[in-house]
Every structure is written in structure tokens, then in C-alpha cells.
Nanobody, 124 residues
Framework: QVQLVESGGGLVQAGGSLRLSCAAS????????MAWFRQAPGKERECVAA????????WFADSVKGRFTISRDNAKNTMYLQMSSLKPEDTAVYFC?????????????????WGQGTQVTVSS
């Protein structure tokens, strides 16, 4: 079992930055692919970034490419999402997720564990 807790959300003006953190419990964090999803009111949940168990540059949705970076610290059981040049359309609840058997890292299917979400609001 992996428990995930997001933090770092809040209210920011357009053009600003935020860093989200996802803290994981358990000793198997380093074996999971991790991802950030977001869900805006009235919209489906979508993957914005994902990172493999060993790290690397990650995968990004086109809508955030060049503005968001994803990273993980396996020693601290923590994943991060650095968000810059934020836009009002980035407003959503952001969730972190962990999974092992993934056919496509940007789909919800295959992610076994989810956090409760953290609200990000970008004002214009």
C-alpha cells in the first residue's frame, strides 16, 4: 500500500509560480511510476506530467510543456511539480498518483494509488 499526500496548492496570479509536493508512505515509492493529474470543474481528469521510477525528464501534456517540470526524490519519498508561467486555465484540483503496470503513463488506468488532491487557483 502507498498513501499519497499532496501539498503546495494555493492562489496565485497569472504568470506566477507554485511548487506542488506529493509525499508518499511506504518503502516501495522508488518502484512506482508517478504522475500528476488535474481536474477542473466540469472537466475530465487529465494527466499533466508523469515520471518513471528512476526519474528523468518526464512526460508532459502539450498544455503545460515548457512551463511545468516534474521531479522526484526517492530518498525522501517525494515527488514535485514545479509550475511556472501559470495561466487561469491551469486552475484545477491537482492529484498525484502512483502505479506500476502502465500501458500508457498519461491514462488514469493503471494508477493504483491516489492522493486527495490540492487546489490550485490562478487569477487573471
Amino acid at each position: 500500500q502507498v498513501q499519497l499526500v499532496e501539498s503546495g496548492g494555493g492562489l496565485v496570479q497569472a504568470g506566477g509560480s507554485l511548487r506542488l509536493s506529493c509525499a508518499a508512505s511506504g518503502r516501495t515509492f522508488s518502484t512506482y511510476t508517478m504522475a500528476w493529474f488535474r481536474q477542473a470543474p466540469g472537466k475530465e481528469r487529465e494527466c499533466v506530467a508523469a515520471i518513471g521510477w528512476s526519474g528523468g525528464s518526464g512526460w508532459f501534456a502539450d498544455s503545460v510543456k515548457g512551463r511545468f517540470t516534474i521531479s522526484r526524490d526517492n530518498a525522501k519519498n517525494t515527488m514535485y511539480l514545479q509550475m511556472s508561467s501559470l495561466k487561469p486555465e491551469d486552475t484545477a484540483v491537482y492529484f498525484c498518483a502512483a502505479g506500476r503496470s502502465l500501458s500508457n503513463i498519461y491514462l488514469q488506468v493503471g494508477y493504483d494509488f491516489w492522493g486527495q488532491g490540492t487546489q490550485v487557483t490562478v487569477s487573471s
